[in-house]
Nanobody, 116 residues
Framework: QVQLEESGGGSVQAGGSQRLSCTVD????????MGWHRQVPGRERELVAE???????NYADSVKGRFTISRDDVKNALYLEMNNLKPEDSAVYYC??????????WGQGTQVTVSS
């Protein structure tokens, strides 16, 4: 069973920065896509940022210019650098990877809380 584990969540004030990390117990080359999603209670999980295997990235409009996704192929890790955080960024953030078999693997999530 593939395991993804997030870390780096917590509380931060609006305007601050936070970096989320996701470590994977297999090579990231096993995924054709990796990304970060987030969810708040009562709402659907939404895509925040994703990175395709060739390095292309996609971001939600709400985070463009503030968040940066990156990947470390040696450490088998995925990161999300979040700057100029806003209260509306508060959510549980999930790391995910889509395997070559098109199956989606998810982490357990990490809470990010941004206070105004």
């Amino acid at each position: 069973q593939v395991q993804l584990e997030e870390s780096g969540g917590g509380s931060v004030q609006a305007g601050g920065s936070q970096r989320l990390s996701c470590t994977v117990d297999i090579s990231v080359f096993n995924f054709w896509r990796m990304g970060w999603h987030r969810q708040v209670p009562g709402r659907e999980r939404e895509l925040v940022a994703e990175m395709i295997a060739d390095g292309r990235t996609n971001y939600a409009d709400s985070v463009k210019g503030r968040f940066t996704i990156s990947r470390d192929d040696v450490k088998n890790a995925l990161y999300l650098e979040m700057n100029n955080l806003k209260p509306e960024d508060s959510a549980v953030y999930y790391c995910m990877g889509t395997g070559r078999n098109r199956f989606d693997y998810w982490g357990q999530g990490t809470q990010v809380t941004v206070s105004s």
